[in-house]
């Protein structure tokens, strides 16, 4: 790598053995008081020989480097570190400093001149705004060098910086969030201290910075694998506010990004005004990952063509003045070199949001609104500040201004380098060129269909009732297991299967919906009543099950319709004392859903997830938010990933766990939207600005935490089981290529634990499939580390056995299931499917069974026959159902009461381009009977004769009325308008 070393003299050339210098007072002057609670640190190279000295108000405490207690010192007293580790050890201050007396910190025995006092947030109390209260003290922050254990030094000087109470602290990136590298109210923003900051130049800094590079910037705004898994190039398209692509782009070093879009058009790239687009972030080497959604300043850009660019600068150093009243003449910025001498940082700064209460310096004009493009210049080393000539300067010494109460961000950077600029289209998520339902971008971006062609496979079906044409309904929502819940979405199924009900009992068993009458609750069920989207029908969907499977109490649930057609649902869940079992995330994915969008509406605070579901032709935007009911019975709204990373409520805190998706672009948001702003209005929603740093609050003030809903580094974006073969697709949303690890836990088809697997599959920078054996499971858990952290988790299986008898839809048969029973082996050929099942019964009313649910089916392509092991003293039927449309082929089989292996053919399936979801086992006679060793081949069974048969027995189809129906082969219902060639 090339380096840029910024000094060719020794370190210790700045170091005279034998000074041991007081740190504190003696650079800041007793005018600057810490406050109480202040944490700062002292490096410690040589333990035994050097020992930490404390002067000053009151005690601080002392910590090791790894946060072990050492002692207490009072004024005067010194801490030995005989047998202690090299390092930073922690002193707290235990009572405030007072203005006018002195406080110190000593390294005794030091043989050095550096600096070795440090803070990452100095918290002062000056006792005034006046200017004999002001410091011309210097900072020296320890910034990343762009390579691993480099570092360089920036200098921050300052002069008549006063702020009464105020922090220093800094950081690579500015405030929190969308506004990093602006200056903004400190009200709902918040900053993260990052740098450690001396009072001299320090001891331990390395003095070297490695020279960026800036290549490979793309905008990827959708899939890289079209609806039939075909390799495309993914489109450069965004809908503003709607959807997100992701800024990808490859650096050599630990540094920080400015992506700039030049939203106005006049060739510029600004990053000091508002005129265009600016997102800064941290980068990492290798490839890096930003996600971006069309929106400037909180406002969708126009329709159009943007050119983009991305800046890497290495030791980004923002100072982030917190309630700072005053800097007159102002502050300036310099690179520290090895052998002392200071080099000149160009300043920059964007005051825009806060320029309005700007008010006159001393010299009778305004603080700049802007540093423009170039910066400013603060000149050599040692000439004096001249405020808004070669120094950062705002304030007159008052309470007022354009510092109070707000962050204001000053930032500088030791090199740069620029990328080649790419172009962005931000397009419209409604406009469909070949009017075939599915819109442009939809069909460029999501499906890699042809935006100008309605039938883009020539297969006769339009590719709007192919593909995305509407939603899923909220009676399927909410529900996707997690280890225990397999047979009861196998029953769930079935009892929704429109052929399987017998004739005169078409209702399965508790489908009355459970209305959320609770008094506390209902409250939000009056207003949930009464959210409406124009346009759109409200149908209620209330999948009423969730309370007798999940830890649902009270469930509540519609459709938004339009023409028939599902469009979106809102689900709502409650529970008490945790938060709801499943999610949106996790459902989708389970049930065979890929996610193909992912990122943060900042105006709602919510994470935004788009699901494309091939075999069920729908087209989900979704928003998952979980809403707290506190004490006085107002909401507060959180929003996260994965559910481990909620708020843990207090017992019998009542949580409103809410699953909104939409297939037009922004409905979900939309009623999101319309949902918070329907709390707000009856006063039921609590929001939490952050307290700002102010003299009234200085006693109470805690810094607030940064908002912590983020969009997972890494994600499966698909995953599927079958049998033993488990693949996984992986994503790259967010930030730098990391080490990823699969931990994966199974569970064995009896129900026993399983060994788990660790796969660490190294760096991930953009995409990746995966293919692995797991054995027969009976389900297991993914979970996605990325350095060391989970950041994803999803269940998977590939169905359970299930009982299958007409109880189900209020039938009299009472009948036993047992799915632990001893498995046979299975057939060589094939995809092999684990567990088995069986079924007893003394008295039958229409049928006694057993059935296997593939929840994501497979397609009929993939499997033309299934073979099994069956046992059974009467003739039997076996079936093979597709739930979703209502098609079916069956076969029956002769009475086997010592067991035997069976086939039945599912090429009739095949007619309409199905999927097999439900294989069931079937008597109509008192008695019992068992299947195991379930395959799916591609193959035709063979008849006993060894011809190409269609398996044996007699060929019959149940119809409508559960087994021993009309004797027709095949019936086929058909659900216009839901999905592929329905």
């Known amino acids: 790598m090339q380096r840029l070393i910024l000094s060719f003299l020794a370190l210790s050339s700045l170091f005279v053995p034998g000074l041991a210098l007081a740190e504190g007072t003696d650079q800041l002057a007793t005018t600057q008081a810490l406050r109480s609670g202040a944490q700062l640190y002292v490096d410690i190279v040589a333990p035994g020989a050097e020992s930490i000295r404390w002067v000053g108000v009151g005690n601080v405490s002392v910590t090791a480097p790894d946060g072990t207690p050492v002692t207490t010192l009072a004024s005067g007293e010194t801490a030995d570190t005989t047998g202690l580790p090299a390092g930073a050890y922690g002193l707290t201050t235990e009572q405030g400093q007072v203005v006018g007396i002195r406080w110190d910190v000593e390294v005794v025995g030091q043989e050095d001149d550096g600096g070795r006092l440090h803070s990452y947030d100095w918290m002062f109390n000056a006792g005034s705004f006046a200017a004999s209260r002001a410091t011309n003290a210097s900072f020296y922050a320890v910034v990343p060098g762009g390579d691993t254990g480099e570092t360089a030094v920036v200098e921050l000087l300052l002069d008549g910086l006063a702020g009464y109470v105020y922090n220093v602290n800094a950081n690579r990136i500015g405030v929190d969030g969308p506004d990093g590298g602006r200056s903004v109210s400190m009200y709902g923003h918040t900053v993260t201290p990052e740098f450690p900051i001396y009072l001299r130049p320090p001891t331990v800094a390395t003095y070297v910075s490695l020279a960026p590079r800036a290549y490979g910037l793309d905008y990827i705004g959708g899939v890289s694998l079209d609806v039939d898994g075909t390799p495309i190039s993914p489109c450069n398209q965004v809908v503003p506010g709607e959807s997100f692509g992701r800024f990808q782009f490859d650096t050599n070093v630990e540094g920080t990004y400015h992506l700039v879009c030049d939203l106005d058009g006049d060739g510029l790239f600004e990053g000091t005004n508002d005129d265009d687009f600016l997102a800064v972030g941290p980068t990492s080497p290798g490839l890096n990952t930003v996600l971006w959604n069309g929106v400037h300043a909180g406002t969708p ?30 502050m300036r910025m310099y690179e520290v070199r090895s052998d002392g001498s200071r080099s000149p940082l160009a300043m920059r700064w964007n005051d825009s949001a806060v320029q309005a209460n700007a008010n006159t310096m001393l010299s009778g004009e305004l603080g700049l609104e802007t540093s423009g493009e170039a910066g400013i210049d603060p000149g050599p080393y040692g000439l004096p500040a001249v405020a808004n000539l070669n120094a950062r300067s705002w304030g007159n010494h008052t309470s007022t201004g354009k510092g109070n109460q707000n962050y204001l961000d000053t930032y500088v950077w030791l090199a740069s380098d620029t990328s080649a600029d790419i172009e962005v289209a931000a397009v419209s998520g409604l406009a469909d060129t070949d009017l075939d339902g599915l819109g442009d971008f939809a069909e460029s971006c999501f499906y890699g269909t042809d935006p100008n062609d309605p039938d883009s496979d020539d297969d006769g079906i339009p590719d709007g009732l192919q593909y995305g044409l509407e939603s899923s309904s909220g009676t399927v929502g909410g529900l996707e297991s997690n280890g225990r819940l397999g047979a009861q979405l196998a029953r769930r199924a079935i009892a929704r299967s429109r052929l399987s009900a017998p004739a005169g009992l078409t209702e399965p068993v508790g489908s009355v919906r459970l209305a959320l009458t609770d008094p506390i609750f209902g409250e939000v069920t009056t207003l949930l009543d009464t959210l409406r989207i124009d346009g759109l029908e409200r149908v209620d969907s209330t999948p009423n099950d969730l309370p007798e499977l999940t830890n649902a109490e009270r469930v509540y649930a519609f459709d938004l319709v339009e023409d028939g057609v599902v469009a979106g649902s809102l689900l709502a869940v409650e529970t008490a004392g945790e938060t709801y079992e499943h999610s949106k995330a996790l459902c989708d994915r389970a049930g065979g859903a890929a996610l193909v969008d992912l990122g943060l509406l900042p105006a709602l605070g919510a994470l935004q997830a788009t699901y494309r579901h091939d075999a069920e032709g729908t ?7 979980k809403l707290y009911r506190s004490a006085e019975g107002r909401w507060t709204a959180r929003t996260q990933w994965l559910r481990d990373e909620y708020p843990a409520p207090a017992p019998d805190q009542r949580v409103l766990n809410v699953q909104v998706w939409g297939h037009r672009s922004g409905l979900a948001r939309e009623l999101v939207g319309a949902l918070l702003e329907t709390l707000a209005r009856a006063d039921l929603l609590r929001s939490a600005a952050s307290t700002v740093l102010d003299e009234p609050t200085v006693d109470t003030w805690t810094r607030p935490s940064p908002a912590t809903a983020t969009v997972p580094p890494v994600a499966v974006t698909a995953a599927v089981l079958l049998g033993a073969d488990l693949g996984l697709d992986l994503e790259r949303f967010a930030g730098s290529a990391g080490a990823i690890r699969l931990r994966i836990d199974r569970v064995a088809p009896d129900g026993g634990s399983m060994p788990r697997l660790d796969v660490d599959l190294d760096t991930l920078e953009g995409s990746r499939s995966v293919s ?11 979970e996605v580390l990325h350095q060391d952290r989970v950041v994803d988790r999803l269940w998977l ?10 109880a189900v839809w209020g039938g009299s048969t009472d009948a036993t299931f047992d799915s632990t029973c001893e498995g046979k082996a299975h057939r060589a050929d094939g995809v092999a499917l684990s567990g088995c099942a069986r079924t007893a019964a003394s008295r039958v009313d229409r049928f006694l069974g057993v059935a296997r649910h593939l929840p994501r089916g497979v397609a009929t392509a993939d499997a033309r026959s299934a073979s099994f092991w069956f046992r059974a003293d009467a003739e039997v039927e076996v079936c093979a159902e597709d739930t979703s449309v209502g098609a079916r082929t069956c076969q029956r089989l002769a009475a086997a009461p010592e067991g035997r292996y069976g086939e039945v053919d599912l090429t009739p399936l ?19 009977l068992e299947m195991s060793a379930l395959s799916l081949a591609r193959g035709r069974p063979m008849a006993s004769d060894g011809s190409d048969g269609g398996g044996s ?6 119809v409508g009325g559960g087994p021993g129906g009309s004797g027709l082969c095949l019936l086929v219902l058909l659900a216009l308008g839901r999905r592929r060639g329905r």
Do not use: K, M
């Open 301 to 330: 850009v126009a329709p159009g063509n943007y050119a983009c660019r991305v800046r890497i600068n290495t030791g980004e150093f923002h100072y982030v003045g917190s309630d700072i009243e005053t800097s007159y003449q102002g």
């Open 619 to 625: 087209l989900d935007q979704a928003v998952e938010l």
């Open 772 to 782: 692995l054996d797991v054995g027969l499971v009976r389900d297991l858990t993914v």
């Open 797 to 806: 299986s590939d169905g359970a056995w299930a009982a299958y008898d007409d």
């Open 910 to 928: 095949a007619v309409t381009g199905e999927r097999v979801r439900l294989v069931t086992l079937t008597r109509t006679t008192p008695g019992s």
């Open 953 to 958: 027995g007699d060929g019959c189809s149940a």
